[in-house]
Structure formats: C-alpha cells, structure tokens
C-alpha cells in the first residue's frame, strides 16, 4: 500500500522518479507466513503444444525420451524443483473423460479438441503418463475434474481409480493397465471456469453443483485430496465470497484466473515482442491488478473465514498476447521475453505478500503456450526468461515470509504511473535472508537501500536477469541471448543493505 501511495503522490506532484532514493527496511523480527511452495507451481493442458510434442513425444520418437516424456524438459522441470502440475486443463477439462485415456494407446479413442484449434486429440498421454510425468519431474499432481460434460460418477469414479487401495474393479483395472499401486494425488478440482467454458453456470447455480460433486468424491483414509472449487476471475469477487462461506467443510480453496494482457481489450491484446515503452508500461500496470484482486477477493473470504483455512489459489496467470501472424492462432504460442521475466517476479513478490491467503497459483502454461518456461521445436528445447525467473525465485519455496516496509520513486509514461521498484523478502528454508528485487523502470538504475530490523547478516550474494532491449528473448539459435548473471551491485554496510538495481531487472539477493 505505501508503494503504491508513494506512486500516486509522485505522479500528483510531479516529483521525477530519479530525485526520491527507493528505501525501506526488511522485519526479520516479525516473520510472517510460509511462502507455499505449490505458489511456483504450472499449469500443462491439452492445448496446441503444450504436451502433444513438447513434454509426451511417444516411445518411438527419435527424440531422447522416458516411457515417452522428454528426456530435455523433463531434466529442465527437475532443475526447476517444480512443485506441482495441473492437468488437464483448463476449458479441455470440462470436455475430458478420463477413461478415453487409459488401457492400450493404440485402442484410445481419438477424440476432438473443441477448444483448442479443434484438433484431432489421440489421448496417447492420459492418466498413466500424467502421472508418471509429475513422478519424473518431482512435482505433486493437481487434477482438474470434468464438470462441464461429466457427471458427479465419471469424475468420482476417476479419483477412486486413481487412489483406491482396495481389491476393486477400478483398482483391478488400474492394475492391468500397469499400475497396481495407488498414487497419491494432492489436488483434485471440481471444474474449470464454472462461469465461462466450464458451462456458463451463474455462482449460486455452482455452488449446488459443486456440493453434489464433491460429495461423491471418496478416497481411503488419509489419501484425500485438497477438494477445489473453481472461481472467478479479474474484479469479480463474488465466487470467492459466496463458495467460502457456504461450499462446506471439504473445500480447501477457490480458484481464481487472472491474465496480464498490454492492450485495453482481449482483441487487441499486443505482441509478445518487437513492442514499444508504452505497451512495456501498460503490461506491468495491468499485472499489478493482481495485487487489488487478491487483497479484494481475501477481504471478502475474510467475513466468513477469518482463520483463512480456505485458499485462495490463483491457478492460471500469466501473460496472453497476440498469436503470432502465420501460427495456427488456437495453440496460444507466444514468444517469452525479458518483459515477462519482470511480470513474472512483480507476480511473485505480489503472491508472498498475501502468503496467508494464496496458498498455489499455477502460471500458464507450463511448455509451448502462453507464458511459457520452456519452448520446444522438434528436438530442439530453449529455456525462456520466465523459466530463469523461476529458478532465481527457488529460495523462497516454503520459506517465511518477512515484511518489508518500503518506499519507492514512481516509474511513469504518459499518464501511466507504477511503483518503481517491487520487493519481498524471506527466511529460507535453510537459514538464509533472500531479497528479491525488481526493477520496473526501463531507463534507470534504481539506488535502494535497506535496513534489516531482527537479524545479523555479513555477506550477500546474488542473481541478476537483465538485458538491452524491452523485448530480449531466447531463440533457437541464440539460446542463452537472456540468461542470469552473478550481481555484484549490492553491499552490505553496518547490516544495511545498499543495491544499485540496475534498470529492467529482476535481482534475487542471498543474505547470511
Ligand atoms: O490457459 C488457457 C485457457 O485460459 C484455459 O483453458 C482456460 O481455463 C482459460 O480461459
């Protein structure tokens, strides 16, 4: 709140963003909650390439693969401790039935994809590979049940195949199909979109059907998953309010989707690169809208759960741009570049401040669509610059959450104005203080100087993800065109931190 006061009184005043220093102080001594890993979790659905070539390629493919799976990204997930995958959408969700996906791959239906460029879907990677696929990379599985054109027994009957541990038809079959232990399934979600692909169902109308479908959902002792009801999006906070208060005791969370489009509509949304300072600017003003949503939604779960024992998990982000001219437009590919790097870590830092409240968020998507970690082109693989946003953010995965009070200059264009400067800081998980820093401001460095209230530390070190153009982005030819670097523009003085960060930059700071 105070940076974005800071921002407002700038841009009334007319004061320059380079004459305020950016200050403030991190509280050691007030830790507040655990940063959920689950919140730098993906989201792979059944879309363009997002799975179809870039993770599932067949046993025969000449590419190096696992039972299938992608040798490259697999390795690449792994790197990224990815803690969760949610499958298998998205709007392909409410269209799925699960049983097209099992038993032998050459007798799997072929079936249609509606959503998605109304493409032929050969079901070759269904539950089986899921699975193995989330083992395979160490991340937990999040399922996302077909509401939309299923029925309360398909999707009950889905995650007794899944978890069931008794000698039963669906256990038995499970067996046959080469897997005769249960596995263990961390989220199961009762539809997708509720308000929109999911069936066009109004919040009150779901409410009931979320009740009857949940209801039937039965696991063996101890094996149950986090039962998820599906939210709403942008400014609406009325699903979040109403699911909350009166869904029952098994809900664990509501979701909620957010995209971080430049233009002022989904028809003219801007290209994913070769954009100007304007669109630069609208980008993270829109993506800040994160911050209002979530305080907005978590104020209205606020009156009927005041524990917060509900999530609110924010399980599609990301930016979505123009489809590129020449590519078919329904398999969302975007290129990725340093400008989503930023919206990345702005969206982090925002998740960490509300750590008592969003509790997974799942960025989409994770290969080939939208806002991508990794792009793929047959054999060839490319990690984009929000995949090493991600890998920079490790630290923060279950670490606590410190405060931090602190004051920024404004960064304006026109008559756009955003904070400067985005921060958060936490105690990690091995001991460490780990500060990340973004600078939003395009042209210059920030000098930022912070006090540590509670805590000793001697030595810093860290990571920087910069470059020279807005639109930098990793190619097929020129992989490593953005890549981090070791930053040295921090020092430590007395305890006070002192950071020169240098403009459109991502910084993630290690103090000891
Ligand atoms: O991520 C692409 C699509 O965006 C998802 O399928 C849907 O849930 C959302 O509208």
Not at 184 to 212: H, I
């Amino acid at each position: 709140m105070r940076i974005f006061l800071m921002a407002v009184l700038a841009s009334l005043v007319g004061v320059s963003g380079a004459e305020t220093p950016a200050a403030g102080t991190i509280h050691a001594d007030q830790p507040g909650a655990k940063i959920d890993r689950h919140i730098y979790g993906q989201f792979a659905e059944h879309l363009g390439h997002g799975i179809e070539a870039g993770v599932w390629v067949g046993e025969s493919s000449a590419i190096p693969n696992t039972r299938g799976l992608r040798n490259d990204v697999i390795a690449a997930l792994r790197e990224l401790h990815v803690p969760v995958v949610r499958w298998p959408g998205g709007c392909f969700a409410d269209e799925y039935h699960w049983r097209d996906g099992i038993g032998p791959r050459a007798s799997r239906p072929t079936t249609l994809n509606t959503n998605w460029g109304g493409v032929p879907e050969t079901n070759a990677f269904g539950t089986h590979e899921f699975m193995d696929f989330v083992q395979l990379i160490g991340a937990d599985a999040y399922i996302n049940g077909n509401v939309g054109t299923g029925s309360p027994r398909e999707m009950a009957e889905w995650l007794q195949y899944l978890t069931s541990d008794k000698p039963t038809a669906l256990s038995a079959e499970r067996a046959r199909n080469g897997h005769p232990e249960p596995w263990k399934v961390a989220y199961f979600a009762v539809g997708n979109e509720t308000w929109g692909c999911g069936g066009n169902m109004s919040p009150q109308y779901y409410l009931d059907v979320f009740r009857q479908y949940a209801t039937f959902l039965k696991t063996p002792e101890g094996a149950r998953p986090q039962i998820i009801a599906s939210g709403g999006h942008d400014e609406d906070t009325s699903w979040s309010e109403l699911l909350t208060a009166k869904a029952g005791l098994d809900l664990s969370a509501v979701t909620f989707h957010y995209y971080t489009i430049p233009g002022e509509n989904w028809r003219n949304k801007g290209p994913a690169i070769g954009f100007g300072e304007d669109q630069w600017i609208s980008t993270l003003a829109h993506t800040l809208k994160m911050d209002d949503f979530i305080r907005a939604n978590a104020a209205g779960m606020d009156k009927s759960d005041p524990g917060k024992r509900v999530a609110f998990d924010v399980d599609e982000w990301g930016t979505w741009y123009d489809t590129e001219p020449g590519r078919e437009p329904g398999f969302l590919f975007q290129q990725n570049s340093l400008r989503d790097a930023v919206v990345a870590a702005v969206n982090f830092n925002i998740f960490h401040r509300h750590a008592d409240r969003v509790r997974m968020a799942n960025i989409a998507q994770m290969v080939n669509v939208l806002q991508a970690m990794i792009l793929t082109d047959g054999p060839k693989m490319l990690l984009t610059p929000t995949y090493h946003v991600f890998h920079m953010f490790r630290p923060f995965q279950d670490a606590t959450l410190l405060p931090t009070d602190f004051e920024a200059p404004a960064y304006r264009l026109g008559a756009t104005s955003v904070p400067g400067v985005s921060v958060s800081a936490a105690r990690t998980t091995t001991g460490e203080i780990a500060v990340a820093l973004v600078n939003l401001d395009p042209h210059k460095a920030a000098p930022i100087s912070l006090s540590i209230a509670g805590a000793r530390v001697r030595t810093v070190k860290g990571e920087i993800l910069t470059a020279a153009a807005l639109d930098a982005h990793n190619t097929f030819e020129s992989p490593d065109a953005v890549k981090p670097s070791r930053f040295n523009g921090a020092a430590l003085e007395e305890g006070r931190l002192s950071v020169t960060l240098p403009a459109k930059s991502v910084v993630v700071l290690s103090l000891r």
